[in-house]
């Protein structure tokens, strides 16, 4: 199995940053794409930033130029470096990975619990 440990969620002031962790653990044997996403009261699941294997990244209109996701593969750790925070980010932020594990090397997607990020004065 795999699991993702998430941290660094919090109450900022808008304006503020904050970066979010994931720790991805288990018989892993290789990371494919990795993905941060985000659920705000009464509304559907969006896709926030993701990040290939080899670095490429995309993400949201929403939080373009604000938000910057990276990762560290040795560590099996993905990172959300939040700026120019803003109420609306307000949201449970959750850690995606798509994985090769196990022995049969078989590919599975696996979710994080997720971490509150609340952007209030």
């Known amino acids: 199995q795999v699991q993702l440990v998430e941290s660094g969620g919090g109450l900022v002031q808008p304006g503020g940053s904050l970066t979010l962790s994931c720790v991805a653990s288990?018989?892993?044997?290789?990371?494919?794409?990795m993905a941060w996403y985000r659920q705000a009261p009464g509304k559907q699941r969006e896709l926030v930033a993701g990040?290939?294997?080899?670095?490429?990244?995309n993400y949201a209109d929403s939080v373009k130029d604000r938000f910057t996701i990276s990762r560290d593969n040795a560590k099996n750790t993905v990172y959300l470096r939040m700026n120019s925070l803003k109420p609306e980010d307000t949201a449970v932020y959750y850690c995606?990975?798509?994985?090769?594990?196990?022995?049969?090397?078989?590919?599975?997607?696996?979710w994080g619990q997720g971490t509150q990020v609340t952007v209030s004065s």
């Open positions: 995606y990975a798509n994985t090769r594990h196990g022995s049969s090397r078989d590919w599975g997607d696996y």
């Open positions: 288990g018989s892993i044997f290789s990371i494919n794409h």
């Open positions: 990040i290939s294997s080899g670095g490429n990244t």
